[in-house]
Nanobody, 119 residues
Framework: VQLVESGGGLVQAGGSLRLSCAASGSTDNIITMGWYRQAPGEKREQVAVITSGDDATHYANSVKGRFTISRDNAKSTMYLQMNSLKPEDTAVYHC?????????????WGQGTQVTVSS
């Protein structure tokens, strides 16, 4: 599975962005997808995840009520709608897919897209 993110950019505080993560390869074997972010000097943190089948979602407390994760299975694409952005949301955002292999699960990461929120 290969993942390519897009949609990052520079936005003022209070603004919105929508990130996309396009998956290719063995997408039928994807179990869970998610968004993570990493700010300079910080550890990578989970932002939101969505599971296949039931589309159950989970959000970090810091983004609840502002961010929405979704996926379009027909397009093999996952989205992150980010509203009411804050300067502390500035980070490189990466998408992750957990894939069921023949004998074990493995993870695939995208290269990341930069989100910068100015105050």
């Amino acid at each position: 599975v290969q993942l390519v993110e897009s949609g990052g950019g520079l936005v003022q505080a209070g603004g919105s962005l929508r990130l996309s993560c396009a998956a290719s390869g063995s997408t039928d074997n994807i179990i869970t997808m998610g968004w993570y972010r990493q700010a300079p000097g910080e550890k990578r943190e989970q932002v939101a995840v969505i599971t296949s089948g039931d589309d159950a979602t989970h959000y970090a407390n810091s983004v609840k009520g502002r961010f929405t994760i979704s996926r379009d299975n027909a397009k093999s694409t996952m989205y992150l709608q980010m509203n009411s952005l804050k300067p502390e949301d500035t980070a490189v955002y990466h998408c992750l897919a957990i894939v069921q292999g023949a004998t074990m699960k493995f993870s695939a990461w995208g290269q990341g897209t930069q989100v910068t929120v100015s105050s």
